[in-house]
């Protein structure tokens, strides 16, 4: 069924809100300084519009922080193979690449780290899933998986704060690599 003109306005201006949320948040490096006029201006919006989708600043910062668990991890059932994590990990890295930009911003701010925290929660408990369904149960085993997913989750915040000249391809197959390695030694 086609968008109707009401649906894309909508998106738009929550794309636009969001946007201009992580950029003041960048700027401002604290949420609590960010107004919702300074929003709604920087987003060239009424306050009015951002009211008619917001009831405050806060509802912005937990629906970018839920976006990534809808967009995510939604629709994971079972990872049974390390193909599945492996195609799991691509998609993961599609979505963050396509929302760089607002991540960045979002990282860079001294108010929000839970993408990332959320982000490794989620491939761990995947991994762990996948480790347990093949039968590894070893507590070595886990550890390394946990260190080499905390050492990706670095790397990525390292991409989004701009401290490094690695890409999120480079960071995607270098865990695969290293994940791949992992499971054919365990």
């Known amino acids: ?11 738009r201006n929550r794309h636009r809100i969001q946007e201009a949320f992580a950029e003041l948040l960048s700027e401002y490096g604290s949420m609590k300084l960010i107004t919702v006029s300074a929003l709604a201006e920087r987003a ?13 600043l806060a509802e912005v910062a937990a629906e970018l922080e839920g976006e990534i668990e809808n967009q995510l991890f939604a629709g994971y059932s079972k990872i049974a193979s390390f193909e599945d994590f492996e195609q799991y990990l691509d998609e993961v890295f599609a979505f963050m690449k396509q929302r760089g930009e607002i991540y960045s911003e979002l990282l860079s ?7 990332l925290s959320q982000l490794e929660a989620e491939i761990s408990e995947r991994a762990l899933e996948m480790m347990a369904n093949n039968g590894i149960k070893s507590q070595e085993a886990e550890l390394e998986l946990l260190f080499l997913i905390n050492g990706a989750m670095a790397l990525l915040r390292k991409y989004y704060l701009h401290e490094t000249d690695l890409t999120l ?11 791949r390695w992992l499971f054919e030694t365990l």
């Open 1 to 11: 069924m086609p968008k109707t003109s009401y649906e894309r306005v909508t998106n």
């Open 44 to 56: 060239d919006i009424t306050r009015g519009t951002f009211y008619n989708y917001y009831n405050n």
């Open 109 to 115: 701010s001294c108010d929000t780290h839970g993408f």
């Open 169 to 179: 391809e480079q960071i995607r197959d270098f865990l695969k690599k290293k994940l």
